[in-house]
C-alpha cells in the first residue's frame, strides 16, 4: 500500500515512521510512505503557501493552489488513490473507517496548518478525516495516527504474535484484561482460568471479560456490537451487578 502525505513539514514524519512495526513494514516493501512538500507546488521566489483569510478574522488560511497542484501531479500517477484532507470537521476516524481505508492501494494525505486550507481544496478531495473531537496545530500528528492505523491492517504489517483479530474495536468491543509473568506480583495473583491450561474456559472468560469492560467503560460501543445469545445473557447478568472495574 502507499501513503503519499502532502505537508509542510515533512521531517515531522522521520522519526515515527522508522522504527518499530511501521519501519520494518517499509524495509520489507510492504508499505511505501512519501513525504511530499506542499511548498514544491508553491510559485514564485518565496514559494507562498498561505495567506490572510478573506472577510478578516484571525490566522492565516492555506492556499488552494499549492495544495490542488500537488494532489493534481500525484493523481497522474497510478495506482488510483484515494484523496484525504484530514480536518477536525470530518468522519471521526473509527476501527470500521481505518479498515476501509485498508482496501485501497493508495491513499494521499493532505495535512492542514493555521487555520485550515481554502475551501476550494475540497474539490481535489475524497474524503475529510478527524481523529478526534479536539483541535490540533496541524494535521501532520493526525496523518501519523490514520497511517499508523491502516498500515497494521495491511495483510503481513502484523506479525502472528501481534495480531490484530482480538483487538479493541475489531469485535465491536473493548479487548480483555492481559497479564504475563510474575504469577504474582504485589498481592495480586494473575486470574486462575488463565493459567488452567483449559483453552475453551480462557476463551469464555475472555469474552466475558471483553463484555464486562465494555459494558462499563464505553455503553455505547455495546449498543452497536454484534452479539450472540451467549453475549447477551452475559450482559443481563452483569446488568444485576454493581462491580465496579
Ligand atoms: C488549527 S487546525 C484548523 C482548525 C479549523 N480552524 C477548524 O476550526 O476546523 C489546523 C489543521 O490541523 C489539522 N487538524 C487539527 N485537528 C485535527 C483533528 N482533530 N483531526 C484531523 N486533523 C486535524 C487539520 O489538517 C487542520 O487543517
Known amino acids: 500500500m502507499i501513503f503519499d502525505i502532502l505537508t509542510l513539514f515533512p521531517e515531522?514524519?522521520?522519526?515515527?515512521?522508522?522504527?518499530?512495526?511501521?519501519?520494518k513494514a517499509r524495509q520489507e516493501g510492504k508499505i511505501t510512505i512519501n513525504l511530499i512538500n506542499i511548498r514544491d507546488y508553491a510559485e514564485g521566489k518565496h514559494r507562498v503557501t498561505d495567506d490572510y483569510p478573506y472577510?478578516?478574522?484571525?490566522?492565516?488560511?492555506?492556499?488552494?493552489?499549492p495544495?490542488?497542484?500537488g494532489v493534481e501531479a500525484l493523481l497522474a500517477d497510478k495506482p488510483k488513490a484515494q484523496v484525504i484532507l484530514m480536518?477536525?470537521?470530518g468522519t471521526p476516524l473509527r476501527q470500521?473507517?481505518?479498515?476501509?481505508l485498508a482496501q485501497h492501494a493508495r491513499l494521499?494525505?493532505?495535512?492542514?496548518?493555521?487555520?485550515?486550507?481554502?475551501?476550494?481544496?475540497?474539490?481535489v478531495v475524497d474524503e475529510e478525516i478527524s481523529i478526534g473531537d479536539y483541535v490540533l496545530t496541524g494535521g501532520e500528528l493526525a496523518a501519523l495516527v490514520l497511517v499508523d492505523a491502516v498500515a497494521r491492517m495491511i495483510p503481513g504489517v502484523l506479525g502472528d504474535e501481534e495480531a490484530s483479530e482480538d483487538d479493541s474495536f475489531s469485535q465491536g468491543l473493548l479487548e480483555y484484561p492481559h497479564y504475563t509473568r510474575p504469577?504474582?506480583?504485589?498481592?495480586?495473583?494473575?486470574?486462575?482460568?488463565?493459567?488452567?491450561?483449559?483453552?475453551?474456559?480462557?476463551?469464555?472468560?475472555?469474552?466475558?471479560e471483553a463484555l464486562r469492560r465494555t459494558w462499563k467503560?464505553?455503553?455505547?460501543?455495546?449498543?452497536?456490537?454484534?452479539?450472540?445469545?451467549?453475549?447477551?445473557?452475559?450482559?443481563?447478568?452483569?446488568?444485576?451487578?454493581?462491580?465496579?472495574?
Not at 472577510?55 to 493552489?65: D, N, R
Not at 470500521?96 to 476501509?100: F, L
Not at 504469577?183 to 480462557?202: K, N, T, Y
Not at 455505547?220 to 446488568?239: F, G, M, N, T
Open 183 to 208: 504469577r504474582e506480583f504485589a498481592g495480586r495473583r494473575v486470574p486462575e482460568v488463565l493459567i488452567s491450561g483449559d483453552h475453551q474456559a480462557i476463551e469464555q472468560w475472555r469474552r466475558a
Open 96 to 100: 470500521e473507517v481505518v479498515k476501509r
Open 108 to 123: 494521499i494525505i493532505i495535512c492542514g496548518r493555521y487555520e485550515g486550507v481554502d475551501e476550494r481544496v475540497r474539490a
Open 217 to 245: 467503560r464505553r455503553p455505547d460501543l455495546i449498543s452497536r456490537a454484534r452479539l450472540s445469545d451467549e453475549d447477551q445473557r452475559i450482559l443481563e447478568k452483569l446488568k444485576g451487578t454493581s462491580e465496579t472495574d
Open 12 to 23: 515531522m514524519f522521520l522519526s515515527p515512521l522508522e522504527g518499530s512495526i511501521i519501519g
Open 67 to 69: 495544495i490542488i497542484r
Open 55 to 65: 472577510g478578516g478574522g484571525q490566522g492565516m488560511i492555506m492556499k488552494p493552489e
Open 87 to 89: 480536518t477536525p470537521q
